[in-house]
């Protein structure tokens, strides 16, 4: 159940939109889980024109930079949520989910160039169009915190060797021609995450036990994990979409039947 504000519950100011992040994402499921995991996005913050250029001044020299975001498509909160990794409920505050009492979200994000009100970044996490209501440089001296204890996301869990074997590079490649991200978005999600979970759209094939298919939009990567080795090996990259439009919509760049019947004939799929 969503949790209403209190009518008792104080508030206290108000918060201050001072710029937008564009890019090419508008579906969460297009995103990393987190910023800093590599392979993100890039995007373009615009200042608002009413805040002068001089507050970007000395920000140019630092390689990382903090974004406080208002994450304005998540709607109400849960006192207990259920992350991404691991199969139990977490107390919200022990976590990064955005459906928070106040849906602020921080993203490390890599500074490329600053010119004028736009401020150009690398490997991000967030939606096109989300508010920004600060920046902060990222300083590494007070910052990071290497070996500091990680509670339950520590728990049982370890990145895992992403192997992408030729069939399966060619393919990548194929598709990284033209324009359609899949190796960007793969490569993280399956070292992070490449067992079946609620919420994840992987399958174990029901005729190869220990291979899986993860869907990424309409598109599907066959892989085999060995957990021993914590290594993931992907194997072949498949079309998920008919040439019925009513039962697949294209719903990004990469989606529409075209690409998908080239693919088919390029690969014999």
Excluded at 127 to 156: C, F, M, N, V
Excluded at 212 to 217: E, F, L, M, P, Q
Excluded at 237 to 243: E, F
Aim: proline share 8%; charged share 25%.
């Amino acid at each position: 159940m969503n949790i209403e504000k209190p009518e008792s519950q104080q508030t206290i100011g108000q918060v201050e939109v001072i710029g937008t992040l564009h890019c090419d994402v508008t579906q969460k499921g297009d995103l990393p889980r987190q910023s800093g995991l590599g392979a993100g996005p890039s995007a373009v913050i615009e200042l608002d024109r009413g805040h002068p250029a001089s507050m970007l001044d000395d920000l140019q020299g630092f390689d990382r930079i903090w974004l406080i975001s208002w994450l304005d498509r998540a709607q109400g909160w849960k006192p207990r949520v259920l992350p991404p990794r691991g199969g139990s409920k977490r107390g919200v505050l022990a976590t990064r989910a955005p459906h928070r009492p106040n849906p602020i979200g921080l993203s490390a994000v890599r500074l490329d160039r600053i010119e004028g009100h736009r401020i150009f970044i690398e490997d991000h996490d967030l939606l096109d169009g989300t508010p920004i209501i600060d920046i902060k440089p990222y300083l590494p001296y007070s910052d990071a915190h290497p070996g500091s204890a990680a509670g339950w996301a520590e728990e049982g869990w370890a990145p895992h060797e992403v192997v992408v074997e030729k069939l399966a590079s060619t393919q990548l490649a194929w598709l990284g021609q033209r324009k359609v991200p899949l190796e960007d978005r793969a490569l993280p999600t399956l070292r992070f995450r490449p067992m079946p979970s609620r919420g994840h759209r992987v399958k174990e094939m029901a005729q190869r036990p220990g291979v899986y298919t993860w869907c990424w939009r309409t598109w599907r990567i066959d892989y085999r994990v060995d957990p021993a080795a914590h290594r993931v090996s992907i194997e072949a990259i498949r079309s998920g979409r008919t040439d019925d439009r009513g039962i697949h919509e294209a719903d990004g760049p990469g989606d529409g039947v075209e690409i998908h019947a080239e693919f088919n004939q390029a690969f014999q799929n």
